[in-house]
């Protein structure tokens, strides 16, 4: 059936520094992948989408890029903040199903 | 717009006991769902509408009750609270585009 997996957390970085968070799927058809991120004692707020291949997603100097070829959809800043800190999740829909199938999530941490 | 609601923000029952968590939304959108999300689990999906009178399980619906009369309202009811059932319980709804919005969360611990 349709999964996803991202990158086991937690991701530690420096603010500033460069943040790569991975992200792969397996799906049948063409489904839509979304990044969704979460903040402490919050629900979850979609942060990007993108629903074809070759498109990129974007939202508050995140990006990612739909890659049909490596079946990815890989989450990246330039310069990340303290108030980054949350806990990021790679998601799909379409494809065998129209239900939202989450990774497991992400927490990054950012420290001053 | 209130998006979607969700009550208790924080409940404690004991085990055997039952209640229902709220949900409602006021976008009119068709498709809602309740999630339950553990710590290593991320989120998992416990039932899903597509419309008013129509319900379907997920991943996880054992132990747990739908109903949709309205499009606005999907309660969640628990019929014999478990400890196995502690969780954080999310409600959500969807959009025609597949853009999914949650509710802020319902903390739930069963003793």
């Known amino acids: 059936g349709d999964s996803v997996t991202q990158m086991e957390g937690p991701v530690t970085l420096s603010e500033e520094a460069f943040l790569t968070i991975n992200c792969t799927y397996t799906a049948t058809g063409y489904p839509s992948l979304f990044w969704y991120v979460q903040y402490p004692g919050e629900g979850l707020q979609l942060l990007l989408k993108a629903t074809k291949a070759d498109d990129k997603g974007s939202n508050k100097g995140f990006e990612a890029t739909y890659r049909k070829e490596t079946t990815s959809f890989h989450l990246e800043k330039g310069s990340v903040q303290v108030s980054d800190s949350a806990v990021y999740f790679c998601?799909?829909?379409?494809?065998?199903?129209?239900?939202?199938?989450f990774g497991t999530g992400t927490l990054l941490a950012v420290q001053p | 717009n209130a998006g979607v609601t969700q009550t208790p923000k924080f409940q404690v029952l004991k085990t055997g006991q039952s209640m229902t968590l709220q949900c409602a939304q006021d976008m009119n959108h068709e498709y809602m769902s309740w999630y339950r999300q553990d710590p290593g689990m991320g989120l998992r999906l416990i039932h899903y509408s597509v419309g008013a009178g129509i319900t379907d399980q997920g991943e996880v619906p054992n132990g747990y009750n739908v109903s949709r009369s309205t499009t606005e309202d999907f309660p969640l009811r628990l019929l014999s609270a478990a400890p196995s059932q502690t969780s954080v319980y999310f409600c959500?709804?969807?959009?025609?585009?597949?853009?999914?919005?949650f509710g802020p969360g319902t903390r739930l611990t069963v003793t």
């Open positions: 998601a799909l829909t379409g494809g065998a199903t129209n239900k939202l199938i």
């Open positions: 959500a709804s969807r959009s025609s585009s597949y853009e999914q919005y």
